[in-house]
Protein backbone atom coordinates (compact mmCIF):
# COMPACT_ATOMS: atom_id res chain seq x y z
CA UNK A 1 0.00 0.00 0.00
CA UNK A 2 1.42 3.29 -1.03
CA UNK A 3 1.31 6.64 1.08
CA UNK A 4 2.09 9.76 -0.09
CA UNK A 5 3.18 12.76 2.53
CA UNK A 6 4.42 16.17 1.34
CA UNK A 7 6.96 18.39 3.02
CA UNK A 8 7.84 22.16 2.27
CA UNK A 9 10.66 23.15 2.08
CA UNK A 10 11.43 27.00 1.43
CA UNK A 11 13.62 28.52 -1.30
CA UNK A 12 16.49 30.42 -1.42
CA UNK A 13 16.26 32.62 -4.51
CA UNK A 14 17.38 36.02 -5.95
CA UNK A 15 15.44 38.91 -7.73
CA UNK A 16 16.13 37.26 -11.54
CA UNK A 17 14.96 34.09 -10.26
CA UNK A 18 11.81 35.23 -8.55
CA UNK A 19 10.55 37.52 -11.59
CA UNK A 20 10.99 34.20 -13.75
CA UNK A 21 8.86 32.00 -10.76
CA UNK A 22 6.63 34.78 -11.12
CA UNK A 23 6.04 35.01 -14.97
CA UNK A 24 5.36 31.46 -15.17
CA UNK A 25 3.36 31.46 -12.21
CA UNK A 26 1.06 34.18 -13.80
CA UNK A 27 1.16 31.91 -17.42
CA UNK A 28 0.22 28.89 -15.68
CA UNK A 29 -2.74 30.12 -14.13
CA UNK A 30 -3.99 32.14 -17.15
CA UNK A 31 -3.44 28.86 -18.88
CA UNK A 32 -5.93 27.07 -16.24
CA UNK A 33 -8.09 30.14 -16.66
CA UNK A 34 -8.14 29.81 -20.51
CA UNK A 35 -8.81 26.35 -20.60
CA UNK A 36 -11.85 26.36 -18.34
CA UNK A 37 -13.23 29.25 -20.25
CA UNK A 38 -12.81 27.30 -23.30
CA UNK A 39 -13.73 24.06 -22.96
CA UNK A 40 -17.14 22.20 -22.46
CA UNK A 41 -18.03 22.79 -18.77
CA UNK A 42 -18.98 18.99 -18.04
CA UNK A 43 -15.46 17.81 -19.75
CA UNK A 44 -13.08 16.18 -16.76
CA UNK A 45 -11.04 14.03 -18.52
CA UNK A 46 -7.63 15.28 -19.45
CA UNK A 47 -7.29 13.17 -22.56
CA UNK A 48 -10.01 14.52 -24.11
CA UNK A 49 -9.38 18.22 -23.22
CA UNK A 50 -5.42 17.68 -24.34
CA UNK A 51 -6.56 16.50 -27.74
CA UNK A 52 -8.74 19.61 -28.24
CA UNK A 53 -6.71 22.31 -26.67
CA UNK A 54 -2.92 21.48 -26.02
CA UNK A 55 -1.83 23.12 -28.77
CA UNK A 56 -3.23 26.20 -28.58
CA UNK A 57 -2.24 25.95 -24.59
CA UNK A 58 1.68 25.73 -25.90
CA UNK A 59 1.14 28.89 -28.29
CA UNK A 60 -0.78 30.93 -26.22
CA UNK A 61 1.23 30.59 -23.17
CA UNK A 62 4.77 29.63 -24.26
CA UNK A 63 4.62 26.61 -21.60
CA UNK A 64 6.68 23.75 -21.67
CA UNK A 65 4.73 20.42 -22.75
CA UNK A 66 4.41 19.23 -19.16
CA UNK A 67 3.34 22.28 -17.56
CA UNK A 68 0.80 22.71 -20.43
CA UNK A 69 -0.32 19.08 -19.22
CA UNK A 70 -0.20 19.93 -15.99
CA UNK A 71 -2.61 22.93 -16.51
CA UNK A 72 -4.79 20.54 -17.72
CA UNK A 73 -4.71 18.29 -15.29
CA UNK A 74 -5.22 20.83 -12.74
CA UNK A 75 -8.70 22.05 -14.50
CA UNK A 76 -9.82 18.73 -14.22
CA UNK A 77 -9.26 18.00 -11.08
CA UNK A 78 -10.81 21.27 -9.88
CA UNK A 79 -13.43 20.55 -11.59
CA UNK A 80 -14.07 17.35 -9.94
CA UNK A 81 -13.83 18.71 -6.98
CA UNK A 82 -16.16 21.06 -7.03
CA UNK A 83 -18.85 18.96 -8.80
CA UNK A 84 -18.42 16.38 -5.83
CA UNK A 85 -18.77 19.35 -3.22
CA UNK A 86 -21.31 21.20 -5.48
CA UNK A 87 -19.49 24.80 -5.30
CA UNK A 88 -18.68 27.34 -7.98
CA UNK A 89 -15.30 26.96 -9.44
CA UNK A 90 -13.10 29.42 -8.14
CA UNK A 91 -10.32 31.86 -10.31
CA UNK A 92 -6.88 30.34 -10.93
CA UNK A 93 -4.91 32.56 -8.81
CA UNK A 94 -1.20 32.83 -10.07
CA UNK A 95 -0.02 31.11 -6.47
CA UNK A 96 0.87 27.78 -7.21
CA UNK A 97 2.18 25.55 -9.97
CA UNK A 98 2.35 21.53 -10.42
CA UNK A 99 5.23 19.56 -11.35
CA UNK A 100 6.13 15.64 -11.74
CA UNK A 101 9.47 13.96 -12.23
CA UNK A 102 10.05 15.16 -15.89
CA UNK A 103 10.68 19.46 -14.85
CA UNK A 104 11.46 18.58 -11.06
CA UNK A 105 14.55 17.07 -9.28
CA UNK A 106 16.24 16.65 -5.67
CA UNK A 107 19.90 16.72 -4.81
CA UNK A 108 20.53 15.53 -1.48
CA UNK A 109 24.34 16.14 -2.25
CA UNK A 110 23.57 19.67 -2.24
CA UNK A 111 20.14 19.95 -0.78
CA UNK A 112 18.71 21.47 -3.70
CA UNK A 113 16.22 21.29 -6.43
CA UNK A 114 16.20 21.87 -10.46
CA UNK A 115 12.85 22.76 -11.80
CA UNK A 116 11.68 23.92 -15.36
CA UNK A 117 10.41 27.46 -15.39
CA UNK A 118 8.80 29.09 -18.27
CA UNK A 119 12.57 30.11 -19.98
CA UNK A 120 14.85 28.07 -18.36
CA UNK A 121 15.58 25.14 -16.67
CA UNK A 122 16.92 26.49 -12.61
CA UNK A 123 18.81 24.64 -9.87
CA UNK A 124 17.43 26.40 -6.37
CA UNK A 125 19.03 25.72 -3.29
CA UNK A 126 16.75 24.79 -0.01
CA UNK A 127 16.51 26.50 3.54
CA UNK A 128 15.84 24.20 5.39
CA UNK A 129 16.59 22.62 8.95
CA UNK A 130 17.22 19.46 10.11
CA UNK A 131 13.63 18.41 10.57
CA UNK A 132 13.22 18.64 6.42
CA UNK A 133 16.43 16.95 5.91
CA UNK A 134 15.73 14.51 7.93
CA UNK A 135 12.87 13.40 6.29
CA UNK A 136 14.60 14.22 2.73
CA UNK A 137 17.42 11.95 3.68
CA UNK A 138 17.68 9.02 1.42
CA UNK A 139 14.17 9.63 -0.97
CA UNK A 140 13.49 10.08 -4.41
CA UNK A 141 10.78 12.51 -4.98
CA UNK A 142 9.34 12.49 -8.28
CA UNK A 143 6.30 14.84 -7.88
CA UNK A 144 6.01 18.94 -5.96
CA UNK A 145 4.32 21.99 -6.22
CA UNK A 146 5.89 25.45 -6.24
CA UNK A 147 4.12 27.78 -4.13
CA UNK A 148 3.86 31.29 -3.70
CA UNK A 149 2.88 32.37 -0.23
CA UNK A 150 1.06 35.64 0.95
CA UNK A 151 4.24 36.86 2.36
CA UNK A 152 6.14 36.62 -1.00
CA UNK A 153 8.22 33.33 0.25
CA UNK A 154 8.77 30.66 -2.57
CA UNK A 155 8.33 27.29 -1.35
CA UNK A 156 8.62 23.66 -2.66
CA UNK A 157 6.21 21.23 -1.24
CA UNK A 158 8.03 18.00 -2.04
CA UNK A 159 5.52 14.51 -2.39
CA UNK A 160 6.98 11.84 -1.05
CA UNK A 161 5.43 8.57 -1.55
CA UNK A 162 5.72 5.46 1.30
CA UNK A 163 4.93 2.25 1.39
CA UNK A 164 2.76 0.80 4.43
CA UNK A 165 1.41 -2.28 5.78
CA UNK A 166 -2.56 -2.52 5.03
CA UNK A 167 -4.24 -1.76 7.52
CA UNK A 168 -4.89 -4.20 10.63
CA UNK A 169 -8.15 -5.47 11.37
CA UNK A 170 -9.53 -5.48 15.12
CA UNK A 171 -12.28 -5.58 17.29
CA UNK A 172 -10.64 -3.06 20.15
CA UNK A 173 -12.13 0.57 19.49
CA UNK A 174 -10.67 3.75 20.90
CA UNK A 175 -13.46 6.39 20.65
CA UNK A 176 -12.83 10.17 20.58
CA UNK A 177 -15.44 13.00 21.05
CA UNK A 178 -14.47 15.73 19.47
CA UNK A 179 -15.92 19.46 20.95
CA UNK A 180 -14.85 23.14 21.98
CA UNK A 181 -14.53 22.75 25.96
CA UNK A 182 -12.48 19.65 25.79
CA UNK A 183 -10.96 19.39 22.44
CA UNK A 184 -10.81 15.72 22.07
CA UNK A 185 -12.05 13.34 24.78
CA UNK A 186 -11.66 9.63 24.49
CA UNK A 187 -12.97 6.53 25.98
CA UNK A 188 -10.30 5.68 27.95
CA UNK A 189 -10.74 8.99 30.20
CA UNK A 190 -8.00 10.70 28.06
CA UNK A 191 -9.10 14.68 27.35
CA UNK A 192 -7.04 17.20 26.24
CA UNK A 193 -8.56 20.91 27.19
CA UNK A 194 -9.86 23.69 25.31
CA UNK A 195 -9.51 26.41 27.60
CA UNK A 196 -6.24 27.61 27.04
CA UNK A 197 -6.86 27.26 22.93
CA UNK A 198 -9.75 29.60 23.70
CA UNK A 199 -7.89 32.16 25.77
CA UNK A 200 -5.15 32.03 22.98
CA UNK A 201 -7.31 32.84 20.19
CA UNK A 202 -8.90 35.61 22.21
CA UNK A 203 -5.87 37.51 23.00
CA UNK A 204 -5.06 37.17 19.37
CA UNK A 205 -8.60 38.53 18.52
CA UNK A 206 -8.46 41.52 21.25
CA UNK A 207 -4.58 42.76 19.52
CA UNK A 208 -5.87 42.41 16.04
CA UNK A 209 -9.19 44.68 17.06
CA UNK A 210 -7.15 46.80 18.80
CA UNK A 211 -4.32 47.46 16.29
CA UNK A 212 -7.02 47.38 13.21
CA UNK A 213 -8.47 50.76 15.28
CA UNK A 214 -4.97 52.40 15.68
CA UNK A 215 -4.40 51.48 11.85
CA UNK A 216 -7.10 53.42 10.99
CA UNK A 217 -6.38 56.48 12.74
CA UNK A 218 -3.72 58.23 14.43
CA UNK A 219 -0.30 59.48 13.09
CA UNK A 220 1.40 58.29 9.88
CA UNK A 221 4.08 56.76 12.00
CA UNK A 222 1.63 55.07 14.23
CA UNK A 223 -0.39 53.67 11.74
CA UNK A 224 2.08 52.03 9.39
CA UNK A 225 3.72 50.69 13.20
CA UNK A 226 0.41 48.99 13.65
CA UNK A 227 0.34 47.55 10.45
CA UNK A 228 3.87 46.28 11.08
CA UNK A 229 2.52 44.65 13.86
CA UNK A 230 -0.45 42.85 12.47
CA UNK A 231 1.86 41.77 9.78
CA UNK A 232 3.72 39.92 12.14
CA UNK A 233 0.72 38.30 14.03
CA UNK A 234 -0.13 36.89 10.79
CA UNK A 235 -0.28 32.93 11.42
CA UNK A 236 0.33 32.70 14.90
CA UNK A 237 -2.96 31.66 15.65
CA UNK A 238 -3.35 29.52 13.19
CA UNK A 239 0.52 28.12 13.76
CA UNK A 240 -0.46 27.56 17.10
CA UNK A 241 -4.04 25.72 16.43
CA UNK A 242 -1.80 23.24 14.26
CA UNK A 243 1.03 22.66 17.08
CA UNK A 244 -1.92 21.47 19.08
CA UNK A 245 -3.90 19.30 16.51
CA UNK A 246 -0.54 17.61 15.51
CA UNK A 247 0.22 16.87 19.18
CA UNK A 248 -3.55 15.20 19.67
CA UNK A 249 -3.14 13.58 16.93
CA UNK A 250 -0.17 11.83 17.27
CA UNK A 251 -0.85 10.70 20.41
CA UNK A 252 -3.93 9.62 19.38
CA UNK A 253 -2.69 7.39 16.99
CA UNK A 254 0.18 6.09 18.78
CA UNK A 255 -1.24 4.88 21.59
CA UNK A 256 -3.89 3.04 19.06
CA UNK A 257 -1.13 1.68 17.35
CA UNK A 258 0.77 0.13 20.13
CA UNK A 259 -2.69 -1.49 22.04
CA UNK A 260 -4.10 -2.44 18.16
CA UNK A 261 -6.77 -0.26 18.57
CA UNK A 262 -8.99 1.25 15.30
CA UNK A 263 -9.93 5.18 15.92
CA UNK A 264 -14.20 6.50 15.90
CA UNK A 265 -14.43 9.92 15.05
CA UNK A 266 -17.51 11.89 14.53
CA UNK A 267 -18.36 12.66 11.28
CA UNK A 268 -19.30 16.51 11.29
CA UNK A 269 -19.62 17.36 7.89
CA UNK A 270 -21.57 20.44 7.27
CA UNK A 271 -22.12 21.37 11.17
CA UNK A 272 -20.65 24.86 10.46
CA UNK A 273 -22.96 25.81 8.24
CA UNK A 274 -25.86 24.27 10.04
CA UNK A 275 -24.70 26.01 13.51
CA UNK A 276 -24.51 29.45 11.81
CA UNK A 277 -28.12 29.86 10.53
CA UNK A 278 -28.92 30.32 13.71
CA UNK A 279 -29.25 33.31 15.80
CA UNK A 280 -25.72 33.99 17.99
CA UNK A 281 -23.52 37.02 19.38
CA UNK A 282 -20.82 37.89 16.88
CA UNK A 283 -18.02 35.98 19.97
CA UNK A 284 -19.91 33.09 19.46
CA UNK A 285 -20.12 32.94 15.75
CA UNK A 286 -16.40 33.71 15.99
CA UNK A 287 -15.31 30.98 18.54
CA UNK A 288 -17.78 28.22 16.47
CA UNK A 289 -16.21 29.42 12.91
CA UNK A 290 -12.45 28.98 14.65
CA UNK A 291 -13.06 25.42 15.43
CA UNK A 292 -10.50 23.49 13.59
CA UNK A 293 -12.36 19.94 13.43
CA UNK A 294 -11.50 19.33 10.16
CA UNK A 295 -7.74 19.50 10.90
CA UNK A 296 -7.72 17.54 13.22
CA UNK A 297 -9.48 14.79 10.88
CA UNK A 298 -6.88 14.91 8.54
CA UNK A 299 -4.20 14.72 10.60
CA UNK A 300 -5.63 12.00 12.38
CA UNK A 301 -6.21 10.56 8.51
CA UNK A 302 -3.06 10.61 6.80
CA UNK A 303 -1.19 9.61 10.60
CA UNK A 304 -3.06 6.55 10.72
CA UNK A 305 -2.50 5.45 7.03
CA UNK A 306 1.37 5.54 8.15
CA UNK A 307 0.43 3.56 10.88
CA UNK A 308 -1.94 1.02 9.56
CA UNK A 309 -4.64 2.14 12.18
CA UNK A 310 -8.80 2.06 10.85
CA UNK A 311 -10.12 5.11 11.10
CA UNK A 312 -14.24 5.00 11.53
CA UNK A 313 -16.58 7.88 10.75
CA UNK A 314 -19.89 8.02 12.60
CA UNK A 315 -22.99 9.35 12.89
CA UNK A 316 -22.56 12.15 15.85
CA UNK A 317 -26.33 12.74 16.52
CA UNK A 318 -27.48 11.92 20.25
CA UNK A 319 -23.94 10.51 21.08
CA UNK A 320 -23.71 13.11 24.15
CA UNK A 321 -27.13 12.91 24.98
CA UNK A 322 -27.40 9.29 25.21
CA UNK A 323 -26.76 7.30 28.25
CA UNK A 324 -23.91 5.02 27.35
CA UNK A 325 -25.11 2.32 29.74
CA UNK A 326 -28.72 2.06 29.29
CA UNK A 327 -29.06 4.10 25.64
CA UNK A 328 -31.75 6.32 26.95
CA UNK A 329 -31.62 10.10 26.11
CA UNK A 330 -31.21 11.73 29.22
CA UNK A 331 -30.87 15.38 30.40
CA UNK A 332 -27.38 17.13 29.41
CA UNK A 333 -26.71 20.74 30.70
CA UNK A 334 -23.26 21.77 29.68
CA UNK A 335 -20.47 19.35 31.82
CA UNK A 336 -23.10 17.40 33.04
CA UNK A 337 -25.26 14.15 32.10
CA UNK A 338 -28.10 12.79 33.89
CA UNK A 339 -29.98 9.91 32.35
CA UNK A 340 -33.71 9.92 33.04
CA UNK A 341 -34.28 6.33 32.91
CA UNK A 342 -35.54 5.26 36.91
CA UNK A 343 -33.21 2.01 36.16
CA UNK A 344 -30.32 3.79 35.73
CA UNK A 345 -29.91 7.34 36.84
CA UNK A 346 -26.45 7.38 35.22
CA UNK A 347 -24.41 10.51 35.79
CA UNK A 348 -21.32 11.44 34.07
CA UNK A 349 -19.29 13.81 31.94
CA UNK A 350 -21.56 14.13 28.84
CA UNK A 351 -18.32 14.49 26.59
CA UNK A 352 -16.39 10.94 28.31
CA UNK A 353 -20.00 9.31 27.79
CA UNK A 354 -19.98 10.62 23.82
CA UNK A 355 -16.61 8.97 23.30
CA UNK A 356 -18.10 5.27 24.62
CA UNK A 357 -20.96 5.88 22.35
CA UNK A 358 -18.96 6.58 19.27
CA UNK A 359 -16.48 3.65 20.71
CA UNK A 360 -19.47 1.24 20.27
CA UNK A 361 -20.52 2.72 16.88
CA UNK A 362 -16.91 1.55 15.92
CA UNK A 363 -17.25 -1.92 17.57
CA UNK A 364 -20.39 -2.37 15.69
CA UNK A 365 -19.98 -0.08 12.01
CA UNK A 366 -20.11 -3.34 10.12
CA UNK A 367 -22.23 -5.39 12.00
CA UNK A 368 -25.60 -6.36 9.50
CA UNK A 369 -27.54 -5.10 11.46
CA UNK A 370 -26.10 -1.35 11.16
CA UNK A 371 -24.80 0.28 14.05
CA UNK A 372 -27.20 -0.34 16.15
CA UNK A 373 -27.55 3.61 18.45
CA UNK A 374 -29.86 5.49 16.22
CA UNK A 375 -33.10 7.76 17.30
CA UNK A 376 -35.61 8.33 15.86
CA UNK A 377 -37.57 11.08 17.13
CA UNK A 378 -41.43 11.63 15.90
CA UNK A 379 -42.84 15.19 17.57
CA UNK A 380 -46.37 14.77 16.56
CA UNK A 381 -46.78 12.13 19.01
CA UNK A 382 -43.78 12.83 21.18
CA UNK A 383 -42.07 8.74 21.12
CA UNK A 384 -38.57 8.54 20.79
CA UNK A 385 -37.39 5.26 19.23
CA UNK A 386 -33.54 3.57 20.26
CA UNK A 387 -31.97 0.60 18.68
CA UNK A 388 -30.27 -1.48 20.80
CA UNK A 389 -26.47 -2.52 20.31
CA UNK A 390 -27.25 -6.36 21.26
CA UNK A 391 -29.75 -8.33 20.09
CA UNK A 392 -30.51 -9.92 24.16
CA UNK A 393 -32.17 -6.97 24.49
CA UNK A 394 -29.21 -5.28 27.08
CA UNK A 395 -27.78 -1.64 27.00
CA UNK A 396 -24.31 -1.13 27.05
CA UNK A 397 -24.20 -1.55 31.32
CA UNK A 398 -26.64 -4.34 31.00
CA UNK A 399 -29.50 -2.53 32.37
CA UNK A 400 -32.82 -4.35 30.47
CA UNK A 401 -34.67 -2.30 28.14
CA UNK A 402 -38.69 -2.40 27.80
CA UNK A 403 -40.30 -4.84 25.30
CA UNK A 404 -39.41 -3.88 21.45
CA UNK A 405 -41.91 -2.24 19.60
CA UNK A 406 -43.88 -4.99 17.63
CA UNK A 407 -44.96 -3.04 14.13
CA UNK A 408 -40.85 -1.87 14.31
CA UNK A 409 -38.57 -2.74 11.79
CA UNK A 410 -37.82 -6.58 13.81
CA UNK A 411 -33.85 -4.43 14.55
CA UNK A 412 -34.54 -4.22 18.21
CA UNK A 413 -36.60 -1.06 18.56
CA UNK A 414 -36.46 0.25 21.89
CA UNK A 415 -40.01 2.98 23.31
CA UNK A 416 -39.57 4.76 25.57
CA UNK A 417 -42.80 7.35 26.64
CA UNK A 418 -42.88 11.04 26.40
CA UNK A 419 -43.44 11.16 29.64
CA UNK A 420 -40.40 10.00 30.83
CA UNK A 421 -38.08 11.94 28.67
CA UNK A 422 -37.38 14.95 27.54
CA UNK A 423 -36.27 15.71 23.52
CA UNK A 424 -33.09 16.33 22.55
CA UNK A 425 -31.61 19.59 21.44
Known amino acids: MKAITTVACKLQVDKNISAEIDETLFMFAAACEWVNANTPKDLTNKTKMQKLVYNQVREQFGLSANLAIQALRRVCSNRKTVKQKNRNLRKFSPTSATYDARIFSFRESDWSISIKLLKNRVKIPLHIGNYQRGILKGQDPKAATLVKR ?19 TTKKVLGCDLGRVDICHTSEGDKWDGQKLKAKRNHYAWLRLILQKKASSGT ?29 SRRLVDKAATNGQAIA ?9 RTNQKPRSKTERRHSNNWSFYMLRQFLTYKCVLKSVPLILVNPAYTSVSCHKCLHIGNRNGKSFRCINPECLNRCDPDYQGALNIAALGRSINTPGGSGLACRVSFGVREYIQLNLFADGCGLGGFPHEQPVQDGDNLGLLKTSSSSIRPAV
Open 150 to 168: RNGDYYIHINLEHDVPDRF
Open 220 to 248: RSSRRRCRQLLQRLSGKEKRFQQHVNHVI
Open 265 to 273: IEDLTGIRE
